[in-house]
Each structure stands twice: as structure tokens, then as C-alpha cells.
């Protein structure tokens, strides 16, 4: 499974690409307002840094103003992935852009059917925001297990981006389930690595190497 980051902080992508297990970032109009920079230069930015997909999000509603959008998005860098919404006009805009070899990342997804639709549209990449169904009493993971059987019944190429992880858990599941990546806020990458028998092990470890005579 792919790892991405879910931010527009380029402190945190650092430091996560630093680990060297990054494959690419995620980012959201959201994401980049909290950084208080120029959405143009932050992209320019994470792009100059992860050499993987990164995705930027297009914010027009209908199909044109995406298209064009899009156009204009994928020339900040090779790398760019341009984020869709899934809407009817979304979904049309997808179509165009797959013909002209611009690679798409389509948001808000949060049923199997609206990923159906997407992979059928050509889309690059679906994001299904597990997060977001788990706030309102659903099961988020159980739209990605959904997702990878259908994609698998047909052969759709479209990758399954986990989104909207809240913690290490969905990440596991994400693994378990065969999605492609998991995109992680910096928070929940930090809670991966950690275990308190890790950090308890290490003490021993240490604690015990002191007594060993050393000539
Ligand atoms: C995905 O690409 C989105 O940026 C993101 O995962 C949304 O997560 P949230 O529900 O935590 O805002």
C-alpha cells in the first residue's frame, strides 16, 4: 500500500518524506487556508519536495470552469493531480481530462456507487472520506471494502485512496482491505510508528546494557 500525506504544511511533508516511505500528498482548499500561504507557491512547493502525486484541488462547479482549471493546475508541476468533486458537472470534467492524459483525483466520494461512477469516467485516483461517514454513525471502511470488489469485478485501474483517516486503525484496515493508499495526516503518521512496548523495550534494553561488562 502507498503512503500519502494529508496536508499543505511543507514542515510536515518534510519531515514525512524525510522517513523515505512517502509516496505522494493530498492536499484540500481547507488544508492550504489553515497554512495561511498562496495556494500557487505551496503547491510549487510540495511539488519541488515529493516527487510523487500531488493533488490540488479545482474548485469551479461546472464542467468548463473544472476543465479549465485543471488545465491551469497541471502546469505547476509534472506531478499534479487535479481534484475533482464528485457532481454530475464533476464527472464530466473527468471524462475530458482523462482523454487529455491530465490525471484525476476525485473527492467527496463517500458510496460505492458515486466510485463506480468515477472509475467509469476514467478517474485517476477515487478518495472515499472514511472519516467523515464514521462522524455521522456509518462505517466508513465498509465503503472501501465495497469499492476494492467492485473495481476488482471489472478491472477498473482507478486507485483507492483512503481519505479522511482519523487514526491508525483505518490505516490497518486500508492494508487489510487492499486499497491502494492510505493519504494520513501528520498527527496519525506519528501513531503509526509509536508503541509503548517499543519505548518500554528500548528502556530495558538500555537499562541491561549498562551491566554488561564491556572488556
Ligand atoms: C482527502 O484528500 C482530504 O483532503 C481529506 O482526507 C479530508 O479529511 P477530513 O475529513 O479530515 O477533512
Known amino acids: 500500500m502507498k503512503f500519502f500525506i494529508d496536508t499543505a504544511d511543507v514542515k510536515e511533508i518534510r ?36 516527487k510523487g ?3 490540488a484541488e479545482a474548485v ?9 482549471e485543471a488545465r491551469e493546475l497541471s502546469k505547476i508541476a509534472e506531478n499534479i493531480v487535479v ?19 491530465i490525471n484525476t483525483n476525485v473527492t467527496l466520494c463517500f458510496s460505492a456507487n458515486q466510485a463506480l461512477l468515477a472509475a467509469k469516467a476514467g478517474a485517476t485516483y477515487i478518495s472515499p472520506f472514511v472519516g467523515r461517514l464514521d462522524d455521522i454513525g456509518h462505517t466508513g471502511m465498509d465503503v472501501i471494502e465495497d469499492i476494492r470488489a467492485i ?4 478491472g477498473f485501474a482507478t486507485e ?3 481519505a479522511s483517516i482519523r487514526n491508525p486503525n483505518h490505516v490497518r484496515d486500508a492494508a487489510l482491505m487492499g486499497a491502494d493508499i492510505s493519504t494520513i495526516p501528520f498527527n ?8 509503548p512496548l517499543t519505548d518500554a523495550g528500548i528502556k530495558k534494553f538500555l537499562a541491561d546494557w549498562e551491566k554488561v561488562p564491556k572488556k
Open 151 to 154: 473495481y476488482d469485478n471489472y
Open 53 to 55: 502525486p500531488v493533488s
Open 83 to 101: 481534484k475533482i468533486p464528485l457532481i454530475k458537472d464533476g464527472l464530466k470534467a473527468v471524462k475530458i481530462l482523462s482523454e487529455e492524459g
Open 15 to 50: 519531515e514525512a518524506h524525510d522517513l523515505g516511505i512517502l509516496d505522494g500528498v493530498t492536499t484540500n482548499p481547507s488544508l492550504v487556508a489553515k497554512t495561511g500561504r498562496p495556494f500557487r507557491e505551496t503547491l510549487e512547493e510540495i511539488c519541488s519536495i515529493v
Open 188 to 195: 496519525v503518521f506519528n501513531l503509526l510508528v509509536q508503541h
Open 160 to 162: 483507492i485512496i483512503v
Open 60 to 68: 469551479s462547479l461546472d464542467t468548463q470552469g473544472l476543465v479549465d
